[in-house]
């Protein structure tokens, strides 16, 4: 069974940073890409950033979209199957729950498309107070 546990969420002040881990048991983060996204109460889950399978030979491809860029970073630990979302210059807006997802698909480009994704985490809730 397959499961992606997303954890370190909480609530900061606006300018704080966290890090969130997206946690994988039943599958090796080396053949997924993996995709974090978030809603905010009354929107649409949007994509903010993902990072591509590893094929072994240099770095993982990242992509960040242009609300979060400069301000996020997404990296991955193998030896712990964990991929990381770290969050700085936290704003007001960034308000959501935070899920991470796995996109077994070979051969494409990254996507954040949600329906690209296989497997959701339960999402983790980050609120940053003004």
């Known amino acids: 069974e397959v499961q992606l546990q997303a954890s370190g969420g909480g609530l900061v002040q606006t300018g704080g940073s966290l890090r969130l881990s997206c946690a994988a048991l039943?599958?090796?983060?080396?053949?997924?890409?993996i995709g974090w996204f978030r809603q905010a109460p009354g929107k649409e889950r949007e994509g903010i950033s993902c990072?591509?399978?590893?094929?072994?030979?240099?770095?993982?491809?990242?992509y960040y979209e242009d609300s979060v860029k400069g301000r996020f970073t997404i990296s991955g630990d193998n030896a712990k199957n964990t991929v990381y979302l770290q969050m700085s210059r936290l704003e007001p807006e960034d308000t959501a729950v935070y899920y991470c997802?796995?996109?077994?698909?070979?051969?494409?480009?990254?996507?954040?498309?949600?329906?690209?994704?296989?497997?959701w985490g339960q999402g983790t809730l980050v609120t940053v107070s003004s």
């Open positions: 997802a796995a996109d077994r698909r070979e051969g494409v480009g990254l996507s954040l498309t949600r329906y690209d994704y296989d497997y």
């Open positions: 039943g599958l090796s983060f080396d053949d997924y890409a």
């Open positions: 990072i591509s399978s590893s094929d072994g030979s240099g770095p993982r491809t990242t």
